[in-house]
């Protein structure tokens, strides 16, 4: 039995120091990442603290992921649900609720939330309730991301930094802005490649500006198609010859088409 949960607790620490290894190209050995990371201590404390709380020891658990948050800077919950492979990079200011769910090579950056939403309003019917977001399989968060309330980030979806993401957000899928929009759609389960701070590095303008870049399009073209009728009214009155008038008949008896007279 104790060389069954040995075996366990090296395979856990091999598997989240690899974790870590694979997606941080600062990471140059094994030993820089067991002795520099706080993501790789805050993952490992969290094991410890998880087993404690569903032992029923909540008090040890609470405390010595406690013990952790003054340690790494980074708060989780005992009771949170964490698949293998959990990185935090850089990883000050991360806080993972009570009640939040992670798969399997969820990456997350510093000051990401995983919060409640209202949870000082009637707290007490909140007890025992889902209130943290679930993220699916490898899911990136990037630095600053609010990800609130019990709402479903899809498998391989990215959240970009400083988002706030307040509904479910498919697999897949890029989310960007405040509120969170999706400006990447169902890249594909195809693909696999890993998104620093969770947005894709090519041209990814923010889903507000694009819709006012298109309205600035629009306003552009209706100027210049008011030009050129400018332009054919001006050609128009140009080609036409004027009416002779002559000022001197106006309010004289003979002014107007002479008709039936002899």
């Known amino acids: 039995m104790e060389n ?10 091999r598997n989240e120091i690899r974790s870590v290894m ?3 190209p600062a990471a140059r050995s094994w030993l820089e990442v067991v002795v520099c990371y706080p993501g790789f201590h805050a993952a490992m404390l969290h094991r410890a603290s998880s087993w404690l709380w569903w032992h029923h020891c909540y008090l040890l658990g609470r405390a010595l992921s406690q013990l952790a948050r003054a340690f790494t800077g980074i708060e989780i919950h005992p009771a949170a649900k964490i698949g ?3 990185f935090v990079d850089h990883g000050m200011g991360v806080v993972i609720g009570e009640t939040a769910e992670l798969g399997r090579n969820v990456t997350l950056y510093h000051d990401v939330t995983l919060g409640g939403v ?9 007890r025992n309730q889902k ?6 399989d490898d899911v990136i968060v990037g630095s600053g991301a609010q990800i ?30 405040i509120p969170a929009r999706a400006v ?12 620093p701070y969770g947005t894709p590095m090519g041209d990814l303008p923010d889903p507000v500006a694009r819709a006012l870049e298109g309205l600035m399009d629009q306003v552009t073209s209706l100027k210049t198609r008011i030009s050129e009728l400018e332009t054919q009214v001006e050609s128009i009155d140009a080609t036409c010859r004027p009416i002779p008038f002559d000022s001197d008949d106006i309010g004289s008896g003979d002014a107007g088409p002479k008709v039936g007279r002899s």
């Open 4 to 13: 069954f949960i040995g075996n366990v607790m090296f395979k856990t620490f």
């Open 22 to 24: 694979v997606r941080d």
């Open 84 to 86: 293998p492979g959990f």
């Open 118 to 126: 209202s949870p000082a309003v009637e707290s007490e019917s909140q």
């Open 131 to 136: 209130r943290h977001p679930t993220l699916e």
């Open 148 to 177: 609130l309330g019990p709402i479903t980030v899809g498998t391989g979806a990215r959240v970009g930094a400083n988002a706030v993401v307040t509904k479910d957000v498919a697999p897949n899928t890029t989310v960007v802005g």
């Open 184 to 195: 990447v759609r169902e890249r594909g389960a195809e693909s696999v490649e890993f998104a």
